[in-house]
């Protein structure tokens, strides 16, 4: 046996592999649970840069901040900005969403139908009470249904096919109204009293006489 000291470099690890020092990075990944070391690492790189160029790094969070401004704007446009919903009807028994689209467009030069959804009344191969939803709700654009830019901008138009100056709706027809009405005030947070025929914003008979809005309003209020 030799019980002379041994050298220095030799007394540490002697029987193993060398010990070796691991780089800092990887030194401190092994506080993290192994999912989460590439997700660790990409953290580093990237504060490592933010040090390395903080002009970059003010004038990127300035952006980021701008693009996350935008989107919550964007956001709150198309699915927060709905105060009313706005009930017409088309003063004529015949029609659907393709018709008023190319009347409204055709006739009268807008870009689109004047409203967001129409509630059809079994004419022109529709089904009674079968609903369409126009482009224009699809891209939550304003509508062009009244002449009160509030009520255009922040209201949702639906209309229903048929003359209620003439006669009522068909059963059918009124209930996938009211299905309608509260499924739109339910998802979009407007209380029934906010649901308004259009001559009660206008100077004007539509929806007609014959759609009684205080009895739509109260089976949407029974529905909430
Ligand atoms: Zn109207």
Same mark, same amino acid.
């Given at each position: 046996?030799?019980?002379?000291?041994?050298?220095?470099?030799?007394?540490?690890?002697?029987? =193993?592999?060398?010990?070796? #020092?691991?780089?800092?990075?990887? *030194?401190?990944?092994?506080?993290?649970?192994?999912?989460?070391?590439?997700?660790?690492?990409?953290?580093? $790189?990237?504060?490592?840069?933010?040090?390395?160029?903080?002009?970059?790094?003010?004038?990127?969070?300035?952006?980021?901040?701008?693009?996350?401004?935008?989107?919550?704007?964007?956001?709150?446009?198309?699915?927060?900005?709905?105060?009313?919903?706005?009930?017409?009807?088309?003063?004529? @028994?015949?029609?659907?969403?393709?018709?008023? #689209? #190319?009347?409204?467009?055709?006739?009268? =030069?807008?870009?689109?139908?004047?409203?967001?959804?129409?509630?059809?009344?079994?004419?022109?191969? $529709? $089904?009674? =009470?079968?609903?369409?939803?126009? @482009?224009?709700?699809?891209?939550? #654009?304003?509508?062009?249904?009244?002449?009160?830019?509030?009520?255009?901008?922040?209201?949702?138009?639906?209309?229903?096919?048929?003359?209620?100056?003439?006669?009522?709706? *068909?059963?059918?027809?009124?209930?996938?109204?009211?299905?309608?009405? $509260?499924?739109?005030?339910? +998802?979009? @947070?407007?209380?029934?009293?906010?649901?308004?025929?259009? +001559?009660?914003?206008?100077?004007?008979?539509?929806?007609?006489?014959? /759609?009684?809005?205080?009895?739509? +309003?109260?089976?949407?209020?029974?529905? /909430?």
């Amino acid at each position: 046996m030799d019980y002379a000291p041994r050298p220095k470099h030799l007394r540490k690890n002697s029987g =193993g592999a060398p010990a070796r #020092k691991a780089p800092r990075g990887q *030194a401190q990944n092994r506080e993290w649970p192994p999912a989460l070391r590439g997700f660790a690492d990409r953290v580093g $790189t990237v504060w490592n840069f933010l040090r390395a160029y903080p002009r970059l790094s003010t004038a990127g969070g300035l952006l980021l901040a701008i693009v996350l401004i935008a989107a919550a704007g964007d956001y709150w446009w198309k699915e927060m900005r709905w105060r009313y919903i706005l009930i017409h009807h088309t003063a004529s @028994d015949i029609g659907n969403l393709d018709y008023y #689209k #190319k009347f409204h467009v055709e006739q009268r =030069g807008w870009s689109d139908i004047a409203y967001h959804f129409i509630v059809n009344n079994g004419s022109m191969n $529709t $089904t009674i =009470g079968q609903i369409e939803e126009s @482009d224009l709700w699809k891209s939550r #654009k304003a509508n062009l249904s009244t002449r009160n830019w509030y009520a255009n901008y922040f209201g949702i138009a639906v209309v229903l096919v048929g003359n209620f100056e003439r006669h009522k709706p *068909a059963p059918l027809q009124q209930e996938a109204l009211i299905t309608l009405l $509260t499924n739109l005030a339910t +998802r979009y @947070d407007i209380p029934p009293e906010r649901i308004v025929g259009h +001559r009660e914003v206008q100077n004007t008979a539509c929806p007609g006489k014959h /759609l009684n809005m205080n009895e739509i +309003r109260a089976a949407v209020k029974k529905n /909430l």
